[in-house]
């Protein structure tokens, strides 16, 4: 989703910023999420035809009675994926036919946080199913398009599938990432352009690798997708971007949009007065868009909440936060960012004390005349002087004037910002507050008066957590491999709440890069998370093979009954009608310690997301071999060598950088860190020639020893723990461990093991 409304408030008023140029690019990279709920909403009836006409009330009926059977749902994923290929080849061969390269990247499993934001937005949507559901109204459960669901994954084969069968219309060099490699689409298209910008991918010759590089960067590259982060991402990257928004109508593309165009406005509406444009180094312009990214983020993203005090015209803020900016600036540059993103904070402490809290202040006044206005339309709308304030002020923001558009007024207005913000620190504590007048009785409020230390105590702890979360969000903008922190709570602080912490000196700066001790989240993880058993069970069940599986994997977690609630409340006050989709569900809070009691199913063969360099597929395009083959679900058994003469047979000379070698020859993949060893299906990581960890060998200290299904970890030649040895020198179902050579353990244990390792490994996903 990225920050809300950020396209149409803020690019798409930009002077120049449309362009047609987006027919034969040198590249396009396609985030496919948003395709895919679209396909999803014509074949299952819930959205519109894929030319954004309404589906006829005979389909729909034609649908609803398919999805009451188990033969019309198989029907219906059939006409699914069956039409994910004409879609791609309507949008990539024939609208815009990329000439060398086109990436195609699926959600995979996310980080934490975004799995936590997935959590809320799966309850939402589940628990609106399950109400029509409860009045005889079937429809398609849309958690199934949750990366970890064999359903996903048939949709991944299906994309393989257009790929291999239509090589000769596409560029050459085609990369896709599927569903099974973890990461979010976007971030994962940014790692392969990445990868690839090194690659031999274009015919153009220069002297130097600098001259080719800056040649690459200078050609079109087109972004697809319809998430708003794809702005702030492509704008922190040194390429000619062209956002391409999803359409409405698949038949017709929307006009193209200049990333270079949008990167310049907002450059200009920071940089110092007394500084001419054409004077910036490069390393100056996009350390003021990283300053300008951290502002955005206290509008709200996938990871932290908007601030309510700012939640207003997004147009109108950013200015705002412009403004203050360059006053900030004092015409020589302050930048708050350093090149790694790295947030100074005693500069942004400094900014904010004594810039943006007068902002706050005045955007606050802005939302609440907003408010004033509509409820006083509301109780009077044949009042002229009311309806003629309320057009004024739908204008500016950008808000129809009809029946449909009504108004949900604050229960906290009008109050004085001053009040407001010590208010704030209650409804933090209590969102009840502000989710229903009713809680704003004073009999009510008096049974949720809490002690004043118990208040800003908690404060605190909201402020800490969002200020690291600030760090961590610029950190995993840039592609740095960040750790597992969410944000703790239902609402973000303000403005005002950040400054007093900040002067309290209880502030602590704490690491959000990832460290080798930290846990990695995993399908079981996210699955067990983002799914109420309640409301999205079908979808359960087709990586949990029954309720009894699912209910052992979350049992150690003693009270995970109480993270799914039957019935929610939400918040959403001083809003629009058309803002609804962000609505925030009052659901318990999780603890990290909870999640990670969640056990890992035997079956769960979806890769972690610290596999960031084995992302997916490279296919050569009318070749028949395919040079980098690491499709989980793949059976063929991929070597160095074989791999090695598919590259040398392929009749293709290419220079390879030292990213791409490691992916394809030893790097964190098929092959491992060595020649022949390291970490992966075949060797996987280990000490010797040939050992390590893996499915063959795993992790030994001796030749052929280690850690794995057929040796496991030893430090002898054949010993170790398992059925056929006992316990010896190594560790490993086949030779397993022991003090003596061949002491096998009773035959009785053995068939109850391997009984119990058979029900276990027969688990449907």
């Known amino acids: 989703m990225g920050v809300p409304k950020l396209y149409k408030m803020a690019f798409s008023s930009i002077d120049g910023i449309h362009t047609g140029d987006i027919k034969n690019p040198f590249s396009l990279s396609c985030d496919l999420n948003g395709l895919l709920h679209k396909i999803a909403g014509y074949i299952y009836g819930y959205g519109k035809t894929l030319d ?19 033969n019309g749902v198989s029907l219906l994923e ?71 669901t064999s359903f996903m994954e048939r949709v991944s084969d299906a994309v393989q599938k257009w790929i ?12 896709f990432s599927p569903s099974q490699k973890a990461g979010e689409g976007e971030h994962k298209i940014f790692k392969m352009l990445d990868s ?14 600098k001259d080719k590089d800056v040649e690459y960067r200078i050609q079109n590259h087109v972004v697809y997708g319809l998430d708003a982060d794809l ?78 005090t700012l939640d207003c015209n997004i147009k109108t803020t950013l200015d705002s936060f412009c403004k203050a900016y360059k006053e900030y600036t004092d015409n020589e540059f302050k930048f708050i960012t350093d090149n790694e993103g790295n947030i100074n904070w005693g500069s942004y402490k400094y900014f904010l004390e004594n810039y943006l809290i007068k902002t706050e202040e005045n955007l606050y006044n802005l939302k609440m005349e907003v408010d004033t206005a509509e409820r006083l339309y509301a109780n009077d709308p044949y009042n002229n002087v ?74 605190y702890q909201s402020c800490q957590n969002y200020l690291t979360g600030l760090q961590w969000n610029l950190k995993y903008y840039m592609g740095y491999p960040v750790n597992n922190w969410f944000y703790q709570g239902h609402l973000s602080p303000t403005i005002s709440n950040l400054v007093e912490f900040m002067n309290s000196g209880r502030f602590q700066v704490q690491n959000v890069i990832r460290s080798p001790v930290d846990p990695y989240i995993n399908a079981t993880h996210v699955l067990s998370l983002v799914l109420h058993p309640l409301f999205s069970n079908q979808v359960l069940k087709t990586f949990f093979s029954t309720d009894a599986v699912y209910l052992k994997h979350v049992s150690k977690c003693k009270f995970w009954s109480s993270y799914s609630p039957k019935k ?26 909870d999640i990670l009691k969640i056990s890992k199913l035997s079956t769960d063969y979806y890769t972690s997301y610290s596999d960031v360099n084995n992302l997916g597929t490279l296919t050569l395009g009318n070749i028949s071999q395919s ?109 397993g461990r022991g003090r003596g050579d061949n002491l096998p353990m009773k035959v009785s244990k053995f068939k109850s093991m391997y009984s119990s390792q058979q029900n276990e490994s027969n688990l449907d996903i």
């Not at 954004?52 to 009451?68: F, H």
């Not at 609106?128 to 849309?142: P, Q």
């Not at 060797?683 to 050992?691: F, L, N, P, V, W």
């Not at 960890?693 to 057929?710: I, L, V």
């Open 231 to 308: 702005g702030i991402l492509t704008m922190m990257r040194d390429y000619n971007f062209i956002w391409l928004r999803e359409s409405y109508d698949i038949n017709t593309l929307n006009e193209g949009v200049s990333i270079n165009v949008a990167r310049d406005h907002f450059i200009n509406l920071m940089k110092p007065d007394s500084i001419a444009y054409e004077s910036l180094t490069k390393d100056q312009k996009f350390s003021l868009i990283r300053d300008f990214v951290l502002m955005t983020f206290k509008i709200g993203d996938d990871f932290v909440q908007r601030m309510f």
């Open 568 to 593: 929610l409340s939400f918040i959403f006050q001083a809003g629009y009608n058309s803002d609804i989709h962000m609505k925030i569900p009052i659901i318990p809070q999780l603890m990290l310690s």
């Open 52 to 70: 954004n006409k309404d589906i006829d009330n005979d389909k729909i009926r034609v649908i609803m009675s398919k999805l009451q059977t188990p």
């Open 386 to 459: 009311y309806a003629s304030e309320v057009i004024r002020l739908r204008s500016i923001n950008k808000i129809k004037m009809n029946q449909y558009e009504t108004y949900t007024p604050c229960s906290l207005f009008p109050m004085p910002y001053e009040n407001f913000i010590e208010h704030w620190k209650k409804v933090m504590i209590r969102p009840s507050l502000i989710a229903n007048t009713i809680f704003t009785s004073p009999k009510i409020s008096m049974l949720m008066e809490l002690e004043q230390n118990i208040i800003q105590e908690s404060t």
């Open 196 to 209: 690839i910008r090194g690659y031999e991918v274009s015919n153009n010759r220069t002297d130097t690798d």
């Open 627 to 735: 040079v980098f083959v690491s499709r989980l679900t793949s059976t063929k058994k991929v070597t160095f060598e074989n791999v090695k003469s598919e590259v040398d047979s392929s009749g293709i000379i290419v220079t390879k950088p030292s990213n791409l070698e490691k992916q394809i020859y030893s790097g964190t993949g098929d092959l491992g860190r060595g020649d022949t060893s390291g970490r992966g299906f075949h060797q996987g990581r280990g000490r010797g020639d040939t050992s390590g960890r893996g499915f063959h060998q795993g992790r030994g200290r001796g030749d052929t020893s280690g850690r794995g299904p057929y040796q496991g970890r030893g430090r002898g030649d054949t010993s170790g723990r398992g059925p056929y040895q006992g316990r010896g020198r190594g560790r490993g179902p086949y030779q």
């Open 164 to 175: 291999d069968e239509n090589k000769s219309k596409l560029p050459k060099y085609v990369y």
């Open 78 to 148: 059939a006409e699914y994926l069956n039409t994910i290929g004409p879609v791609l080849s309507l949008l990539i061969i024939e609208k815009i036919n990329p000439t060398d390269v086109l990436i195609i990247a699926i959600d995979g499993i996310a980080e934490l946080a975004k799995v936590i934001q997935q959590r809320i937005r799966r309850f939402v949507s589940g628990s609106e199913r399950f109400e029509k559901e409860s009045h005889g109204i079937k429809s398609f459960d849309t958690s199934f398009l949750t990366a970890g």
